[in-house]
């Protein structure tokens, strides 16, 4: 279920909400109980996209240089 994000028009609270796409025009405000609310956009999305460009195996760092890059050939 998502979540949704609304503003208050009455008391210009901001809250989020698991609701159904169906049940929206139901929310009401937690605070003084209208349903003079408007929708925010949603931020359910937050998915980083970082991610370490080197994830081990390689001879990109100097620690693994020692055993990876700076062996000796034949042992
Ligand atoms: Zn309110």
Redesign the pocket.
Known sequence: MPIYEFQ?K??S?DFKTLRRAEKLNEVT?P??G?DHIMRLLSVTAQVSAEQPSFQGGGCGTARDAASCCMRAPGG
Do not use: L, S
Request: net charge neutral; hydrophobic share 0%.
């Open positions: 208050c009455e008391c609270r405000c605070t003084c209208t």
